[in-house]
């Protein structure tokens, strides 16, 4: 099957940076997007940011500007760079990723890691 190994998760204070990434591992064919989707308590869980494989890019109004989203392929690792952090940014923080299995399956899979917590607070 697939795991992810997400990192980089923690308190920041307001203004401040921080880098998360997501690697994803298991018997994967192909994976045609990777992101970040994050969920705040009593909110619904929304998308931060995807990058596919060509290195096509969409990010939430809320964070234009302000993260940047990068992939790299050969090790199936996504990576978000988050500036200029506010309190409204905390919140749990998952690793997407759309993939294939196997060669032969016309499908693709919707995956998720078990997520990090980001908290933004003096």
């Known amino acids: 099957q697939v795991q992810f190994v997400e990192s980089g998760g923690g308190l920041v204070q307001p203004g401040g940076s921080l880098r998360l990434s997501c690697a994803a591992s298991?018997?994967?064919?192909?994976?045609?997007?990777m992101g970040w989707y994050r969920q705040a308590p009593g909110k619904h869980r929304e998308l931060v940011a995807e990058?596919?494989?060509?290195?096509?890019?969409n990010y939430a109004d809320s964070v234009k500007g302000r993260a940047t989203i990068s992939r790299d392929n050969a090790k199936n690792t996504v990576y978000l760079q988050m500036n200029i952090l506010k309190p409204e940014d905390t919140a749990v923080y998952y690793c997407?990723?759309?993939?294939?299995?196997?060669?032969?399956?016309?499908?693709?899979?919707?995956?998720w890691g078990q997520g990090t917590q980001v908290t933004v607070s003096s």
């Open positions: 997407n990723a759309v993939l294939k299995l196997r060669a032969d399956d016309w499908n693709w899979y919707n995956y």
């Open positions: 298991g018997s994967i064919f192909s994976i045609r997007t």
């Open positions: 990058v596919t494989g060509g290195s096509s890019t």
